[in-house]
């Protein structure tokens, strides 16, 4: 069992920066690869970003390369997406999501624990 707790959202210019962050509870941390998914009023959610279980493999949706990072620290139990150059489409709410296995990185069906989610909002 694991439980997620995002934090870190806010209000932004575009531009600007944010930097998530993901405190996972449970010994069983380092066994979870870590994921990052958003959703945006009105659309689906979707996949941002995951990183495996020993932050040696990160994966990226292709349009947020180079501008999104993540990252984890599994001593402290935590995952991190820090996000430069913020734009108004970025804004959405963004949820952690970890699994223990699985074949791909992008469908949310894929991981079985998720948190509550954090706003961020962007304004031009």
């Known amino acids: 069992q694991v439980q997620l707790v995002e934090s870190g959202g806010g209000f932004v210019q575009a531009g600007g920066s944010l930097r998530l962050s993901c405190a996972a509870s449970?010994?069983?941390?380092?066994?979870?690869?870590m994921a990052w998914f958003r959703q945006a009023p009105g659309k689906e959610r979707e996949f941002v970003a995951a990183?495996?279980?020993?932050?040696?493999?990160?994966h990226y949706v292709d349009f947020l390369k180079g501008r999104f990072t993540i990252s984890r620290d599994s001593d402290k139990n935590m995952v991190y997406l820090q996000m430069n150059s913020l734009k108004p489409e970025d804004t959405a709410v963004y949820f952690c999501?970890?699994?223990?296995?699985?074949?791909?990185?992008?469908?949310?069906?894929?991981?079985?624990?998720w948190g509550q989610g954090t706003q961020v909002t962007v304004s031009s």
């Open positions: 990183i495996s279980m020993n932050g040696g493999i990160t």
């Open positions: 999501a970890a699994r223990m296995v699985g074949s791909g990185w992008e469908q949310g069906y894929e991981y079985r624990y």
């Open positions: 449970g010994r069983t941390f380092k066994l979870f690869a």
